[in-house]
Nanobody, 115 residues
Framework: QVQLVESGGGLVQAGGSLRLSCVASRSIFSINAMGWYRQAPGKQRDLVAQ???????NFADSVKGRFTISRNNAKNTVYLEMSNLKPEDTAVYYC?????????WGQGTQVTVSS
């Protein structure tokens, strides 16, 4: 199993940028997939971006061209770089690690984008 701790959320104006970090309690080198999900009030939790152990990434259509995801295996850390933020990006962002058929989640970090 793995524990995940997110950081980097906050309040930003529309058009601004943030970088989220997710530090894992163990090596992420062999973890099948790591990613970021978000959940706005009253809505379901949706995938934002995901990166495989081989480095392949996929993104939700709503964030393509604005967000990037990367992983630093040496630091057991996954990053989500967010730019040109929009008010609709406001949500709690959760780090996810998928190991086999099991999902592990962090506690979440709030991102609020003001108009």
């Amino acid at each position: 199993q793995v524990q995940l701790v997110e950081s980097g959320g906050g309040l930003v104006q529309a058009g601004g940028s943030l970088r989220l970090s997710c530090v894992a309690s163990r090596s992420i080198f062999s973890i099948n997939a790591m990613g970021w999900y978000r959940q706005a009030p009253g809505k379901q939790r949706d995938l934002v971006a995901q990166i495989s152990s081989g480095g392949s990434a996929n993104f939700a259509d709503s964030v393509k061209g604005r967000f990037t995801i990367s992983r630093n295996n040496a630091k057991n850390t996954v990053y989500l770089e967010m730019s040109n933020l929009k008010p609709e990006d406001t949500a709690v962002y959760y780090c996810n690690a998928r190991m086999g058929y099991t999902d592990y989640w962090g506690q979440g970090t709030q991102v609020t984008v003001s108009s």
